[in-house]
């Protein structure tokens, strides 16, 4: 049974009894004083035992939910280090989701069916989640096919940070005509006629593409709120507890944190959040962390969601870009003016950032900045900072990292690229795209996550089977054994890494007494499953602060209700969000086994029964009337 009551158990003392138990379980519990256990009490959010079955039998009353995890593995809550959550959750039941989909073909049908379904004046949105190196067919959709499939309806699709697909009646609907000009970094394919083609290139900034897609109608704040407790929910749905949100373009502070800041005053946030502020204007930024400054400071808030500093951009002038079909930008001569005024700004006044950095090159220059500032005292001085991405920083910067105090943030951005990368580069360079290993190896925090929703997506597992096994989600391999970690350091970086990001690791990031109550019943073992199955994993049952937020199997019904997807045209609706596919180790052979195995198990369960006067002896006779004359 997933919960059970459990009778002739009386607590010693009343107010020790447990909210929830979770029981008869393969628990990692990431605390070296005790890796391992088989049961964990939670009481007014937090863990109050770790131990064994009998360890936290007195602290169960009539009133303690009782959960058998049946033998499964529990792990710690996942904390996605670098993620747009908040953005995510504004559009997530506006978007169809590729996430997971094997082929183009199983794809195209979801376009077509949503595009039926889709009201006049909305868009049907592609947006992130997936790569074309997924696909069997291996693969891009093409203009004609966009077009066959919704010739009335708008139809966005967005592919990595190199490209966006639009029909013709997304072309209309955002305005580009022969006359549109290029936007500085981008441009606008266009045929023989001058017309566009509905083809959009990062050349090599992605601006064009996101400015495009801002042009989509939006959701109104109900629904607002709908969406984004829906997104939390999927992200539930993989085990995740916590995120940090990387802010991010088109993400404006106070107007869009509204939402999770109403949930969170609600107590609606099934994930807790610490967040970015990410200055939106060129040539402003440093008002806008000024005016910042005296409105907020770093960890105001509470568990739920609280303010972790400024980033993932201080100035758009030092911001390289990640599009490896395109070569490396060359920034401004001139851009440390600014960037520097940015950074003695937070540092003087005790704000932490994180910079999105993705060569060596822009590393470099930001790190003589800060050692410029060094020589002031302004690094380290007890605020925490970080570079995030870093695909092709150097051992000698990561050296010079260290010295400053800061830290790391890497995300699967390669799961997706690496192909493109490989192309560009060649193999030898995407072998340490980014150096992991090197990281860890200085000792540095290195946090992990996912960079969703527009590239990468948001499914942790796709990022932690990155981690282990260095393969793409095309299935090519471009890291060695010697750039990869093991299971248990990819599954550190996903839990108390994270926490140290934000300054939590005292209470978060491993399930001990006196932490926050955030776990994970899993579907598979993480620590055995062959390493082609870890993408396919899924939380079975979450808990965040002692909150069942999300259940699936024997588990379901378990879970807070949450309000109905609005609207009901949603492609979530419809399709969910990642979509799951059969294992890989489960298929041909393996599945007429585990058939056997089945039919083997049914028969001594029916014997069983029998022996206990529950069945008769003999097998029911089955009668099927397509056998009888």
Known sequence: MATMPVAGLAPTNSKHVA??????????????????????????????????????????????????????????????????????????????RWDGVPTLRQALAMLREQAARTP?????????????????????????????????????????????????????????????????????VRGRDGEPTGMLLAAPSALILYSTLAAAPTLQAEDLKTSTRHFLRELNRFGLTSAIDAAGGFQNFPDNYGTVIDLA????????????????????????????????????GDE????????????????????????????????????????RL?????????????????????????????????????????????????????????????????????????????????????????????????????????????????????????????????????????NRVSRETALTMYTQAGAKLTGEQDVKGI????FYGDLAILSDDFFTVPDQDIPHIESLLTVTGGRIVWAAAEYEGLEEAIPAISPAWSPVAHYGGYQATVKPSISGARQAELMSQAVAESEQHRHWRAQRGFAPEAPTEIFDTCFVL
């Open 19 to 96: 909210d929830i138990v979770v029981r008869n379980a393969k628990i990692y519990t990431g605390d070296p004083v005790r890796s391992q256990a088989s049961a964990v009490a939670i009481k007014d959010g937090k863990v109050t035992m770790v131990g064994d079955d009998a360890d936290v039998a007195p602290l169960i009353s009539a009133q303690t939910r009782v959960v058998d995890a049946l033998g499964r593995r529990v792990i710690p809550g996942l904390n996605d280090s670098h993620l747009h959550v908040i953005r995510g959750g504004l559009n997530y039941v506006l978007e169809l």
């Open 120 to 188: 006049k004046g909305q868009w049907v949105r592609v947006v992130g989640g997936w790569s074309a190196d997924q696909f069997a067919e291996k693969r891009l959709p093409t203009l004609a096919e966009l077009n066959a499939a919704a010739p009335d309806t708008p139809v966005f699709v967005l592919h990595l940070y190199q490209s966006a697909l639009m029909n013709r009646a997304a072309l209309k609907a955002a305005g580009y005509t022969k006359a549109t000009p290029d936007p500085k970094g981008g441009q606008i």
């Open 265 to 300: 005053k609600t107590g609606q946030l099934s994930l807790r959040i610490a967040y970015h502020l990410f200055p939106q204007t060129p040539g402003q930024e440093v008002d806008d962390l000024q005016r910042w400054i005296g409105m907020v400071r770093p960890e105001d």
């Open 304 to 343: 739920w969601l609280r303010l972790n500093g400024a980033g993932e951009n201080l100035t758009w002038s030092a911001a390289d870009f990640e599009n490896f079909t395109e070569p490396r930008p060359e920034l401004a001569a001139d851009y440390e003016v600014g960037f520097e005024k940015a950074v």
């Open 346 to 482: 937070l540092m003087e006044n005790g704000w932490g950032f994180r910079l999105h950095a993705t060569y060596d090159e822009t590393i470099r220059r930001d790190l003589a900045v800060f050692e410029k500032l060094a020589a002031e005292g302004l690094f380290p001085a007890g605020n925490r900072w970080l570079f995030d991405h870093a695909e092709t920083v150097s051992r000698d910067s990561l050296d010079r990292i260290a010295a400053l105090g800061g830290a790391m943030s890497v995300q699967n951005r390669m799961s997706f690229q690496g192909e493109a990368f490989v192309r560009r580069y060649g193999a030898g360079a995407a072998s340490e795209a980014p150096p992991v290993r090197a990281m860890l190896e200085r000792g540095l925090t290195v946090g992990a996550g996912t960079d969703a929703t527009r590239v990468s997506s948001y499914n942790p597992w796709v990022a932690l089977h990155w981690l282990v096994s260095g393969r793409t989600v095309g299935d090519l391999t471009i890291y060695p054994a010697q």
């Open 511 to 514: 399930l001990k007494p006196g």
